[in-house]
């Protein structure tokens, strides 16, 4: 199984950097990990409605650009659905057995996601209703990702 993240924005903490390459190397046994990471526009002081707008659109087109046809794409976004580790688990297993061997996850950038980006999610989640970062949400989400293989393959996990 390959698991994605398409994310807008780099990770510039080194702290950061050294989590996330703890989680990629943990998850190397369970599934291939990709992490494509996208430039985030520059967003003016005090940007009107239209000129985020136009941002968030750009920033949709280079998402939309990256995801592939038969890939499983997940969402991140605050209105998305909120679910338990162990349902979480459930839902990548299922997604493996019923043959979706891609599984995209999309982060967006500070304005979120655009409308186009969420249309082609075939499901969208939320990790918290808490804000996160963005560089929070990257490395929550591959913890859970690595927490839920776990489950999967019965392997035993700190609660």
Not at 56 to 75: H, M, P, R, S, W
Not at 134 to 153: D, G, S, T
């Amino acid at each position: 199984m390959t698991i994605e993240i398409v994310c807008v924005g780099k990770i510039k903490e080194k702290y950061f950097r050294d989590a996330i390459e703890e989680y990629k190397k943990r998850l190397s046994r369970f599934c291939k990990l990709q992490i494509t990471e996208l430039n985030d526009l520059s967003i003016p002081d005090r940007a009107s409605k239209a000129e985020e707008q136009m941002i968030l659109t750009k920033e949709g087109d280079l998402i939309l650009a990256k995801l592939k046809k038969d890939a499983y794409v997940i969402a991140l976004c605050v209105e998305g659905r909120q679910m338990p580790t162990e349902e979480f688990a459930k839902t990548v297993n299922d997604l493996s057995i019923l043959g979706k061997s891609h599984i995209v996850f999309v982060i967006g950038g500070s304005l979120g996601l655009s409308d186009e980006v969420k249309k082609r999610a075939d499901l969208s989640f939320s990790l918290s209703r808490l804000t996160l970062t963005h560089n929070m949400a990257r490395l929550f989400l591959l913890e859970q990702v690595y927490r839920a293989f776990k489950i999967i393959n019965g392997e035993s996990y700190h609660k």
